[in-house]
């Protein structure tokens, strides 16, 4: 069934090849997942590593950070981080996190891997395409990376980039890391226009026969509907960062006042993307959560149609919450209260999202492997953030809490939880497809119990700051006497964040053990319905020895008439599998 | 935990802490509910040997209820904490009371200039004054601010009157408050401006009606 391009691509036989064509220029999906997902955790790295100098210069300002006196001058003085550098770190720590992390993580690596295996096609819809997807990403990166070497030295306006900050080099002294970090987001977008086509196309036209739109798994669902969000939401922005872009080089005027301009025209533009933005992250990890849960407590997903409407009526929603980041920008008053309305009103799709996580749960026979604790973990950080963001939604709340801490507290519950949390989950999960070894259970315990304490005493601490008033992005919160009081618990944060880092350590060593000693897999290790468990860990180049029939949708488990507890959707009679 | 607060010094400071701890009940009540449903869930459901997991799809329109009552009751009181917003917001960004005194306000890296209009009462006249960092107000007066920026965008922020207000370069936008109790307080910036952006502060002065008095008789001693 709808399977147009079947004939086409699903039957292309691909001759085998050698190294630089398996592993370098490949157009399978799963390699391509598998290439993003190395790029995303070296960039995690290097985020993790920004935020562990911007940590140490909050808890003892202008004071030397152990391990970083390597860094040369004139980033870094011995170990002193300067006032600029400083002002780049949080940039690129933002920047990194979202665009070079997040994104890969959550959109290119799983949603690449994924969509094909479990819609039962041989591969995407374009695979050059998607080989081009990557190696543009990697372009980008190279960029950025770059970006941080150049005379001048490297953005400093905020990952926000508000111009005229960002629109003039007067401002920061910074020029060509500047021009470098524009040039970098824009073909980092380019690369995950390429990746969101081919989903889209793909999901719509080589699904196997029998899988309906609603037999698909919702992780599907999500990634499709993230990727159309971002699609209709980086126009502008792209737009945008040209007129930037043309400011900085030319000296146009779209956003200096001098000649005329606008700021706002670039929060405007920018929030239309950012906020959608936003959602781009979370969707694929509610999915990854959304496939877990099911699988471990042995139930279907409860309210599968209601979740699906749910998700599309967030990706509408969320083009018209831009606003919210501009409660106190200047913009008409009489704006905030539409904004506010919408926004508060887009947790009523995610509140059904979680209800029904939550029933999904009741009555289960619940079991707790590492990817079901941290699909938990991530439901139970992302309910903290979603409760805290409606203070944030609130626009004479966000008066108050607007650039504090509040908010950096309240988007890493949102933020860190999609990206961490879900990813960590789907990493667990689908690991034993992607490499044919299971992970040690033990250190994925151990890893998960650290991440969840050192998280939230790291995290939730930022909403005391943000309480008591302390602004986002200063580096040095020992200038002001109002803030003094509040010093210890920069102190205490920057502890378990330090912590917290550390522990990320015994999710590498876990990563690489498994992959050389970790326990074979076997197809279905976790007796899952979804078809990408249907064939061999790792799967074949083509993904399956033959494609599936698809005969029911992906959450059968514990039919009352059926012996075993699970259904897999391409097992053709009920009465083989009855009693 | 929003004691944390910095102490309200201003007549509208306490409608924004009120919504604040309105929504701080409604979404601690949420939290220990949801929390509570799930850690009951999750012990009185592991697994157990021999017990199979309940077939339930969630589809049919009594087991949408599970979904749809808990959901009518967020809506309402999103609605709720909407409407009480709207009217504090109404009060504080659309219903300015009439000034008692008008003062200047310029952001430029990194440092507030202050203006004071003198005897005329007219911003941009040869009898203003002109400070950095310092603000000084009498005690109980609406004060309107007139907010602008040479160079980049700055936020004018005072956490003790629960203002904060963005300043964009090209355009001017106005701001009012009306402090209760003297004393002296921060004012920060808390819009990323620079590399001085952290560290750039000011100072908000409360006087009471005499010693403002006072201030003004030192700073303009003609006036007529
Ligand atoms: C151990 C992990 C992390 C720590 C300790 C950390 C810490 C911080 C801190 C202290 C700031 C505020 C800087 C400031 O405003 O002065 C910040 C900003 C930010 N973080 Fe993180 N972070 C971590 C992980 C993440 C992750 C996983 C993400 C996202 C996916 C993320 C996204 C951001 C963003 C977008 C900003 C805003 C940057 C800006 O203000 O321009 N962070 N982080
Ligand atoms: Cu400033
Ligand atoms: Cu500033």
Same mark, same amino acid.
């Given at each position: 069934m709808s399977n147009i391009l079947g004939d086409v691509t699903q039957g292309t036989y691909h001759e085998e090849k050698g190294f630089w064509r398996t592993y370098v220029f490949s157009t399978d999906h799963k390699v391509i997942a598998k290439q993003y997902l190395a790029l995303s955790l070296f960039w995690a790295v290097l985020g993790g590593f920004a935020a562990y100098l911007i940590r140490w210069q909050l808890a003892y300002p202008e004071t030397a950070a152990p391990g970083a006196s390597w860094i040369p001058e004139p980033f870094m003085y011995e170990g002193v981080v300067p006032p600029e550098f400083y002002n780049v770190l949080i940039t690129m720590h933002g920047t990194i996190m979202v665009f070079f992390v997040a994104m890969p993580l959550l959109l290119a690596v799983f949603g690449n891997y994924l969509i094909p295996l479990m819609i039962g096609a041989r591969d995407m819809a374009f695979p050059r395409l998607n080989m081009l997807s990557v190696w543009v990403f990697t372009l980008a990166s190279l960029v950025l990376l770059i970006s941080l070497f150049v005379p001048g030295g490297a953005a400093s306006a905020g990952w926000t980039g508000y111009p005229p900050l960002s629109a003039k080099a007067i401002y920061t002294g910074v020029n060509w890391g500047m021009n470098l970090w524009i040039v970098a987001i824009a073909l980092e977008f380019a690369a995950f226009l390429m990746g969101g086509i081919n989903f889209l196309t793909t999901t719509l036209n080589m699904r196997a026969p029998g899988m309906t739109l609603f037999r698909l798994p919702l992780i599907v669902w999500m990634q499709i509907t993230a990727g159309v969000v971002f699609m209709l939401s980086v126009g502008p922005l792209i737009a945008g960062a040209v007129m930037l872009l043309l400011d900085r080089v030319i000296g146009t005027t779209f956003y200096v006042p001098e000649g005329g301009g606008q700021p706002l025209l670039w929060q405007h533009l920018f929030w239309f993307f950012g906020h959608p933005e936003v959602y781009v992250i979370l969707l694929p990890a509610l999915g990854i959560i959304l496939e877990i849960l099911p699988v471990f407590s042995r139930k279907p997903i409860f309210g599968y149609r209601p979740i699906i409407y749910s998700t $599309?009526? *967030? =990706?509408?929603?969320s083009f018209i919450v831009w606003a919210h980041h501009q409660y106190v920008s200047g913009i008409d008053p009489r704006l905030a209260m539409p904004f506010s309305i919408t926004t508060i009103l887009i947790s009523v799709p995610f509140a059904l999202i979680v209800f029904a996580l939550i029933a999904t749960l009741w009555k289960g026979s619940i079991s707790f492997p590492t990817p079901m604790l941290f699909a938990l973990g991530t439901l139970g950080v992302f309910l903290i953030g979603g409760l805290t963001g409606i203070f944030v939604g609130s626009a004479p709340v966000d008066i108050y809490f607007h650039d504090t801490y509040f908010v950096v507290a309240h988007f890493h519950y949102t933020l860190f939880s999609a990206v961490f949390f879900g990813g960590f989950a789907g990493l667990y999960f689908w690991f034993p497809k992607m490499f044919g070894r299971m992970m040690n259970e033990t250190l994925g315990k151990i890893h998960f119990v650290l991440t969840f304490i050192l998280f939230n005493t790291t995290f939730f601490p930022m909403f005391f700051l943000g309480i008591g008033g302390m602004m986002r992005r200063i580096a040095n919160p020992m200038q002001y006497e109002f803030l003094q009081p509040l010093q210890p618990i920069n102190v205490f944060i920057t502890g378990s964040a330090i912590l917290?880092? $550390? &522990? !990320? =350590? $015994? %999710? *590498? $060593?876990?990563?690489?053990? &498994?992959?050389?000693? =970790?326990?074979? *897999? =076997?197809?279905?290790?976790w007796q899952a319905n979804t078809l990408e468990w249907s064939t061999s860990s790792p799967p074949p180049h083509e993904n399956f020895h033959k494609i599936p029939t698809v005969y029911r949708g992906p959450y059968e488990y514990s039919l009352p008439e059926t012996a075993e507890d699970w259904l897999p959707q391409n097992q053709p009679?009920?009465?083989?599998?009855?009693k | 935990m929003l004691s944390w607060l910095p102490e309200n010094i201003s007549t509208y400071g306490g409608d924004i802490d009120s919504l604040m701890y309105h929504i701080y009940y409604i979404t601690g009540v949420w939290f220990f509910l949801t929390y509570g449903v799930i850690i009951v869930f999750l012990l009185r459901y592991r697994r157990q040997e021999g017990q199979k997991a309940a077939y339930v799809r969630g589809d049919s329109l009594t087991q949408a209820g599970w979904l749809l009552v808990p959901l009518l009751i967020v809506l309402a009181l999103d609605l709720w904490i909407? %409407? !009480?917003g709207s009217e504090v917001w109404a009060k504080i960004k659309i219903d300015a009371p009439s000034s008692d005194l008008l003062v200047g306000v310029t952001g430029k890296q990194f440092n507030w200039e202050i203006a004071y209009p003198g005897p005329d009462g007219k911003l941009g006249t040869a009898d203003d004054l002109e400070m950095e960092n310092e603000l000084h107000v009498p005690v109980n007066k609406v004060v309107h601010v007139v907010l602008r920026s040479k160079d980049v965008i700055h936020s004018f922020f005072l956490p003790n009157l629960r203002l904060k207000q963005d300043v964009m370069p090209g355009r001017t936008i106005e701001a009012w408050f009306e402090a209760t109790k003297p004393g002296r307080y921060p004012l920060p910036c808390a819009e990323l401006c620079g590399f001085g952006h952290s560290g750039m502060e000011g100072s908000l002065i409360v006087h009471s009606l005499d010693e403002y008095e006072k201030w003004v008789q030192k700073n303009w001693p003609h006036k007529p």
């Open positions: $599309i009526v *967030a =990706g509408i929603l917290l880092l $550390i &522990s !990320q =350590g $015994i %999710f *590498a $060593i876990n990563f690489f053990w &498994s992959l050389f000693r =970790g326990r074979i *897999a =076997g197809p279905n290790p009679e009920l009465e083989e599998v009855k | 909407d %409407f !009480q």
